[in-house]
């Protein structure tokens, strides 16, 4: 059997995976019916908590209460939803997106986007490993929620960096709790008038959608000033979201280590040789490609993402099932104070970011 045809079949479930799926789907199915709930009993005051947020605590809730009396019989189900389902999840996160977009907000939304990517990524690296000794997993993953996408982020990344379930919930929980604060105090900073002399309301929906952390959450952030803000900070964000193929290729590289024979000289093609491209995150470009300019109906886009956001909410409540309530306790509070010190680093770092971009 050829590898494209083995990966293809890797896609298709299992009997043994059954029971299990079919748990994770109706878990997520209710999931997703409670954030619509929220949102109506709420008047729409939760839109930033998201059906993610709900799947992981849902799922860690039950991981640590009764799914460990039938994880025998769910067990495959649940980690084919970790694996397979999340990557097909990214894949599909490209029906949320086009290049168009990107013309609507021109190069300063690009150039701050990869600008804030890079420099949030390696600050978080370099004081997680550096200065408060949390490990390169955690770290990185925490770094790749912030930099780019939130909990998207950081499932897209895990399959490269190989984490356990518990960091990659610590990595989420750094975006949920910092990226709600952000939700709520970008929208009080600009009323209030401080970044009015540095930034006027193109430039702060650009600055939203370059640092806040999920894309619920640049909806919020910047519809709380007016439409028009809304839409340049969620097409700012999406800009940030297409950084995310090219950004685990260069992770992928950066962890690989060069295995040449004994005595042969290390070279960068030797160590290419060797990486393991996220080719799922290169699927997730062609959708977004076809998405652009091949031409759909409103009804198939609805539909592709209503599949999507099904997909990453069994993905997530899966994760919360896995996750150990005791593993996250063992890290203890240096990954949540590494979220607080990026978080920082966002708002005064990425402002400084967007302020010499509009200057240029």
């Given at each position: 059997m050829s590898t494209m045809s083995q990966t293809i079949v890797n896609y298709v479930p299992s009997k043994p995976q059954g029971l299990g799926l079919i748990a994770?789907?109706?878990?997520?199915?209710?999931?997703?019916?409670?954030?619509?709930?929220?949102?109506?009993?709420?008047?729409?005051?939760?839109?930033?908590?998201?059906?993610?947020?709900l799947a992981i605590l849902t799922g860690i809730l039950l991981g640590n209460t009764v799914y460990p009396r039938f994880?025998?019989?769910?067990?495959?189900?649940?980690?084919?939803?970790?694996?397979?389902?999340?990557?097909?999840?990214?894949?599909?996160?490209?029906?949320?997106?086009?290049?168009?977009?990107?013309?609507?907000?021109?190069m300063p939304a690009i150039v701050s986007d990869a600008l804030v990517l890079i420099s949030t990524f390696l600050l978080t690296y370099w004081l997680g490993t550096r200065w408060l000794k949390v490990d390169k997993q955690t770290t990185m993953l925490i770094g790749s929620g912030a930099s780019i996408c939130g909990a998207a982020a950081v499932i897209a990344a895990e399959p490269v960096i190989k984490a356990d379930a518990h960091k990659v919930t610590i990595a989420v929980a750094t975006v949920v709790v910092f990226g709600t604060i952000a939700m709520l105090l970008y929208p009080f900073l600009y009323h209030l008038g401080w970044l009015a002399p540095w930034l006027n309301a193109q430039q702060y929906g650009i600055y939203t959608g370059s640092t806040v952390h999920e894309v619920a959450q640049v909806v919020v952030a910047g519809n709380a000033v007016s439409h028009d803000v809304g839409n340049t900070a969620v097409v700012t964000k999406m800009i940030r979201v297409m950084m995310l193929a090219p950004f685990l290729l260069i992770l992928s590289f950066s962890l690989t280590k060069d295995e040449s024979t004994p005595g042969e000289k290390q070279t960068l093609i030797g160590r290419a040789k060797q990486v393991k491209v996220p080719w799922f995150a290169f699927i997730f470009i062609l959708i977004v490609v076809v998405h652009t300019w091949v031409p759909m109906s409103d009804s198939f886009e609805r539909t592709m993402v209503r599949i999507d956001d099904l997909l990453l909410t069994m993905s997530m409540f899966a994760l919360g099932l896995t996750t150990h309530l005791s593993a996250i306790k063992q890290a203890g509070i240096k990954p949540l104070l590494l979220g607080a010190m990026i978080f920082a680093w966002?708002?005064?770092?990425?402002?400084?970011?967007?302020?010499?971009v509009s200057l240029l």
């Open positions: 994770v789907l109706l878990a997520s199915l209710f999931c997703l019916w409670l954030d619509s709930r929220l949102y109506v009993w709420t008047n729409g005051a939760m839109v930033g908590l998201s059906p993610l947020t994880a025998d019989k769910l067990s495959n189900g649940v980690n084919f939803s970790k694996g397979e389902i999340l990557r097909l999840a990214i894949m599909f996160y490209g029906f949320k997106l086009t290049f168009t977009q990107v013309a609507t907000v021109g966002l708002i005064l770092g990425g402002g400084l970011i967007n302020i010499g």
